[in-house]
């Protein structure tokens, strides 16, 4: 039987989108996906283990679920705190996008209200913790919000990257907002200088379709504790390059990463031998991508690494039976199922809004086309950095796809697999960084030392 939690969390147009059965031939529900839909209906915050832990129940919602464990995550960086979380996750409705934006904004208003206390009273370090975790807040309800005629939606990007860069200057980062030219406008980024070093390596780091560099302190910090810069920026059609600048997803994902090399290059405190480039989710296919097309690396890490986003999300799509061929038939039917399902299944809904957004395309159909201009197959062997892959065991976005990249790869290459033994084992090592903090830095500092 299908995995309900991949069946519904990673390919998210898969809860709704089964329901397409009827528009498929007349067969209605499969029995997996009818009773998949209902996992909805437990009591608010009840709770029910799952026999994984990440697998718990804190809404009752199996997407809003995993994204509450990649959250509750990040409390060892502190950007986020676990009672807030949690707090936040009982006062959500199961499956209600508008529920889930306006209740993260709320604990962020709050929390940032005690920083302004603090700061007003002079207590600095108390003032940045604050502003730290309630700037992630903000960021918490973007990642499952695609209303883009709700001005609140560029107030909380806003909200979230400015209160990440206040705290950071208030714990005395040396570390500032940057506009890296790209195309006739600019990507935003941040760049991190590694303290009481000059010329050193950098990590050139991006994120994937829903997190922001800004959620992944876990790389940065570990870097400018090891000495490496750091360069984080928002590619076309990630965080506030979309909200703030209209930019979408581009399958030539080397043109932004070339310009943000460029960028990289002309800091006098980077050793341009040095280059690091590190993708995470999405973000695992489209820096293998650059790197199949760019030489001016000096490694490639890919979390989780992909070959072909195309066939991992044609493979999500292909298991709701008859949805591929309906797609064939042409747009008119395609999208019309799309949208009867979208009234019964909120997922659905949020899937192909968020998606069609992020791609800049309009419609359902389009979408699907789009996709199938994400694969690298005929490029990975071009790829010359060394290159590790960090691969989780219960891996559910794209499963199998690292080993694909790894056997295709003719570079050095290393793959880093996390099992269940290590409670890192789910998409992006979730719940558990530090252990990956440390594997990723202990192979790159013996990498970069020769």
């Known amino acids: 039987m299908m995995d309900r939690r991949r069946f519904l969390t990673h390919a998210g147009v898969a809860g709704g989108a089964a329901a397409l059965g009827f528009a498929a031939g007349g067969r209605g529900l499969d029995d997996e996906v009818a009773s998949a839909r209902f996992h909805g209906d437990d009591v608010l915050g009840q709770g029910q283990a799952a026999g994984v832990w990440y697998r718990y129940k804190f809404i009752g919602q199996p997407v809003m679920d995993a994204q509450i464990v990649f959250w509750l995550g990040l409390a060892s960086m502190g950007l986020t705190d676990v009672g807030e979380v949690l707090d936040t996750a009982t006062r959500i409705r199961p499956g209600d996008e508008r529920s889930w934006f306006e209740q993260w904004l709320a604990t962020a208003e709050r929390v940032r209200g005690y920083g302004e206390e603090a700061e007003a009273r002079g207590h600095t370090r108390s003032a940045a913790s604050h502003f730290l975790r309630a700037g992630a807040y903000y960021r918490a309800g973007l990642m499952r919000y695609a209303d883009r005629a709700d001005p609140r939606l560029v107030e909380a990007t806003i909200a979230?990257?400015?209160?990440?860069?206040?705290?950071?200057?208030?714990?005395?980062?040396?570390?500032?907002?940057?506009?890296?030219?790209?195309?006739?406008?600019?990507?935003?980024?941040?760049?991190?200088?590694?303290?009481?070093?000059?010329?050193?390596?950098?990590?050139?780091?991006?994120?994937?379709?829903?997190?922001?560099?800004?959620?992944?302190?876990?790389?940065?910090?570990?870097?400018?504790?090891?000495?490496?810069?750091?360069?984080?920026?928002?590619?076309?059609?990630?965080?506030?390059?979309l909200r703030l600048h209209g930019h979408p997803f581009r399958p030539d994902w080397e043109v932004p990463v070339g310009r943000v090399l460029d960028f990289a290059e002309r800091d006098e405190r980077v050793d341009p031998g040095g280059l690091v480039l590190m993708g995470l989710s999405f973000g695992g296919y489209l820096a293998p991508r650059a790197a199949s097309r760019e030489r001016r690396l000096r490694a490639l890490v890919a979390d989780p690494g992909v070959v072909s986003w195309r066939d991992a999300m044609l493979r999500h799509f292909a298991s709701i039976p008859g949805l591929l061929a309906l797609h064939e038939r042409g747009p008119a039917a395609f999208d019309r199922a799309i949208d009867a399902a979208s009234v019964a299944l909120p997922d659905a809904r949020w899937y192909f809004d968020d998606a069609t957004w992020k791609h800049g395309v309009s419609t359902p159909h389009e979408l699907i086309d789009e996709l199938r201009r994400y694969d690298n197959s005929d490029g990975v062997a071009s790829i010359r950095c060394e290159t590790l892959i960090m691969e989780g065991s219960a891996e559910d976005a794209t499963p199998g796809e690292s080993a694909r990249l790894h056997g295709a790869l003719t570079c050095p290459k290393h793959m880093m697999v996390f099992d269940a033994s290590t409670a890192s084992q789910v998409h992006c090592q979730g719940g558990n960084q530090l252990l990956a903090q440390a594997r990723l830095f202990d192979w790159l500092d013996e990498r970069m030392a020769r």
């Open 160 to 241: 979230g990257l400015d209160l990440h860069g206040r705290a950071l200057r208030m714990r005395g980062y040396d570390s500032r907002q940057v506009d890296i030219p790209y195309e006739r406008g600019v990507l935003y980024g941040r760049i991190h200088h590694a303290p009481g070093v000059e010329r050193a390596p950098v990590i050139v780091l991006h994120q994937g379709f829903h997190a922001w560099p800004e959620d992944t302190m876990w790389v940065v910090d570990g870097a400018l504790q090891r000495g490496y810069h750091v360069l984080s920026f928002h590619g076309p059609g990630q965080g506030a390059s």
